[in-house]
């Protein structure tokens, strides 16, 4: 049974410029929640899809946004970067909103 | 607001030895789950264990055990014998019923294990 992959596993990009990030849940999951961590920080909530629909936002700005397609897998996309978008990006997945949330190993975003 | 607190950037504890980590939070809300959560060098991100609020015992995983004070908002991880792979980073994480599948997390934790 695989677990939540996500990919690319590392990614370079310019100030400026669009990236896109991937995550396809658990097998039997349908809830797909994004988060981003900072360097010796905790990972912040950026944002939740269920069901196609974004359900919940955490405190970020409109250049993230995202998608979750029919087989529950989604995307994060983050426009316009910033030096302080530079963080590893970790997707959760869970069945329905209130169970337990399983990670994949994250994607590490460096701009330059 | 929830806020998630995790007063101890750095730990360290000598194999078969216990250990403590601490986490503070607070919410005023009354139904919510708390989690331990490992983050190795791999990064992926391990849950340890969860407590349910409206539970007053508290939960058990093998060597992992929290001691859970509702009226004190505290909730820390105690890791029984101490083994190597324990080293990580630990996270309390906070998540309101109400808000499923939104997760809290505090600074985290740096437990070295050492041999």
């Known amino acids: 049974d695989a677990g939540v992959t996500q990919s690319p596993t590392h990614l370079i990009k310019t100030r400026g410029q669009q990236v896109t990030l991937r995550c396809s849940p658990k097998s039997g999951h349908d809830t797909v929640s994004w988060y981003q961590q900072a360097l010796g920080q905790g990972p912040q909530f950026i944002f939740q899809?269920?069901?196609?629909?974004?359900?919940q936002r955490g405190n970020f700005p409109d250049r993230f946004s995202g998608h979750q397609f029919p087989n529950y897998s989604s995307e994060l996309n983050v426009n316009a970067l910033l030096l302080g978008d530079s963080a590893l990006y970790l997707c959760a997945s869970s069945l329905r909103q209130h169970t337990e949330a399983f990670f994949g190993q994250g994607t590490r975003l460096t701009v330059v | 607001a929830q806020t998630v607190t995790q007063s101890q950037p750095e730990m360290s504890v000598q194999e078969a030895e216990t250990v403590t980590l601490s986490c503070t939070y607070d919410t005023s809300e009354n139904n919510y789950y708390l989690f331990w959560y490992k983050q190795p060098p791999s990064r992926q991100m391990i849950l340890v264990i969860r407590q349910e609020a409206y539970k007053q015992q508290n939960a058990t995983e093998n060597r992992f055990s929290v001691n859970f004070q509702k009226a004190a908002k505290s909730f820390s991880l105690k890791i029984s014998d101490s083994q190597l792979g324990d080293t990580a980073m630990y996270f309390c994480a906070f998540m309101n019923y109400n808000q499923g599948g939104k997760l809290i997390f505090g600074q985290g934790t740096e437990l070295s294990v050492k041999p």
């Open positions: 899809y269920y069901e196609e629909e974004e359900r």
